[in-house]
């Protein structure tokens, strides 16, 4: 069975940093697309940051400039690292996972997490 565990959400204070952790088991980041995903209160899906089987980077206009995504192959897990945190960042952070798109949201992709809450405060 396929799972993919956010963790590492929070409240953090505006203009600070926060990593985010997505595990997966039942199958490899190796050939997979891999994205982050949040879904704003009020809101619709973004995408933030993900990456295809080429390396290829997918990135968000929201957090240009501010988050980077990175794989460890041996821990199977995937780290969003965002910094300079601003209000408009609270959100529901969704890891997922296919096998060939990046798609416009994470539930369109073949598996996703349950998602990790993210509040910035002012």
């Known amino acids: 069975e396929v799972q993919l565990v956010e963790s590492g959400g929070g409240s953090v204070q505006a203009g600070g940093s926060l990593t985010l952790s997505c595990t997966a088991s039942g199958f490899t980041f190796d050939d997979s697309y891999m994205a982050w995903y949040r879904q704003r209160p009020g809101n619709g899906c973004e995408l933030v940051l993900g990456f295809d089987s080429a390396g290829t980077l997918y990135t968000g206009d929201s957090v240009k400039g501010r988050a980077t995504i990175s794989q460890d192959n041996a821990k199977n897990t995937v780290l969003l690292q965002m910094n300079s945190l601003k209000s408009e960042d609270t959100a529901v952070y969704y890891c997922?996972?296919?096998?060939?798109?990046?798609?416009?949201?994470?539930?369109?992709?073949?598996?996703w997490g349950k998602g990790t809450e993210v509040i910035i405060s002012s």
């Open positions: 997922a996972a296919d096998s060939g798109v990046i798609a416009a949201c994470y539930y369109n992709m073949m598996y």
